[in-house]
């Protein structure tokens, strides 16, 4: 069984991070995690353009030194870019000193590829798999540090593409950060479920915003 909905005693347990976003509107805040990765999100891009909707992109350093030309799209269609560290690191299985050191290169990388684009310097940050430890968190203070409230379980084969939509339809509420992955593993899943999980909610009125800076 997958629990979609992140237990209510994570953000209490973790209250300096944010896990869902205050508002008294109809509106979403969806990110997609571990791209830039050409194909899943050049596809991404295109169903958020369809919509006219906006989405916070949390990016592998790695992927944007690789694929600079994608990353630069996100940018210029008016999305939010988040630090998903260099290598995609388990911080609980990283020392402090190194995982500071990966996401800080990881912003070197992603600055470097800004130019022309004028935005403002990178401040959110999302440990990959959620794992980071209480020095970790204190060692990156400068960043917001963005969990979520509704997880769609896209990168597991092991869930249907229709459960995958399904079950984040139903976990999401007013003000959810909703996680989709731009990965290769996630595609298949993601292809199905985003642009339904989109057209569903804007057609019960929604929007789609990125995080607040």
């Not at 896990?19 to 958020?48: M, Q, Y």
């Not at 130019?115 to 060692?139: D, E, H, M, S």
Request: positive net charge; charged residues 25%; aromatic residues 12%.
């Amino acid at each position: 069984m997958f629990i979609h909905r992140t237990p209510f005693f994570l953000p209490w347990l973790y209250s300096n991070l944010v896990w869902r976003i205050r508002t008294e509107r109809k509106e979403l805040f969806l990110t997609l995690d571990d791209g830039p990765v050409p194909g899943p999100t050049e596809f991404a891009l295109d169903v958020l353009r369809k919509y006219r909707a906006r989405a916070t992109f949390f990016c592998i350093g790695d992927n944007v030194q690789k694929h600079p030309d994608v990353f630069k799209r996100i940018l210029q269609e008016g999305h939010a870019v988040g630090n998903h560290t260099f290598n995609h690191l388990n911080g609980w299985e990283t020392p402090k000193a190194e995982y500071v050191e990966n996401t800080t290169l990881c912003d070197a990388v992603m600055d470097e590829h800004q130019t022309g684009n004028k935005t403002k310097k990178v401040v959110l940050f999302r440990p990959p798999y959620g794992r980071i430890t209480r020095a970790q968190i204190k060692a990156l203070s400068a960043y917001n540090i963005i969990m979520w409230d509704v997880l769609s379980f896209d990168y597991t084969e092991s869930i249907s593409a229709e459960a995958c939509l399904k079950n984040s339809i139903k976990a999401t509420r007013p003000g959810s950060v909703i996680v989709f992955h731009d990965s290769l593993k996630a595609e298949k899943n993601m292809r199905y479920a985003l642009p339904r999980f989109i057209e569903h909610f804007t057609e019960k009125g929604y929007s789609f915003n990125i995080i607040p800076q």
